[in-house]
């Protein structure tokens, strides 16, 4: 297993932007792919977002697709996720998870309310 850590969480207005980091603070420097999710109440465990570990390919849900934006600095072992246009339906907890080494972070909460 690898430790990721997620932040950049808060609250934002509509249509506001954040940005969540995701640091693999693996001593071994392994890189993985990455997935980010996110977990809102009474709702279903949700897939957002994926990146390869080049960061030459990246996928969408439906939902967040044109709004949101994967990307990596594996220099930095961190992964980011560019949230904009942000919706109320978009408050909830937001997790990055790795396939490769079946490893998951603790989560950032993300509200949007006005």
């Known amino acids: 297993q690898v430790n990721l850590v997620e932040s950049g969480g808060g609250l934002v207005q509509p249509g506001g932007s954040l940005r969540l980091s995701c640091v693999n603070s693996d001593v071994k420097r392994r890189t993985s792919p990455i997935n980010w999710y996110r977990r809102a109440p009474g709702k279903e465990r949700e897939w957002v977002a994926g990146i390869t570990v080049d960061g030459r390919h990246r996928k969408y849900a439906d939902s967040v697709l044109g709004r949101f934006v994967i990307s990596r600095d594996n220099a930095k072992n961190t992964v980011y996720l560019q949230m904009n246009s942000l919706k109320p339906e978009d408050t909830a907890t937001y997790l990055c998870?790795?396939?490769?080494?079946?490893?998951w972070g603790q989560g950032t909460q993300v509200t949007v309310a006005g």
């Open positions: 998870a790795s396939p490769q080494f079946d490893s």
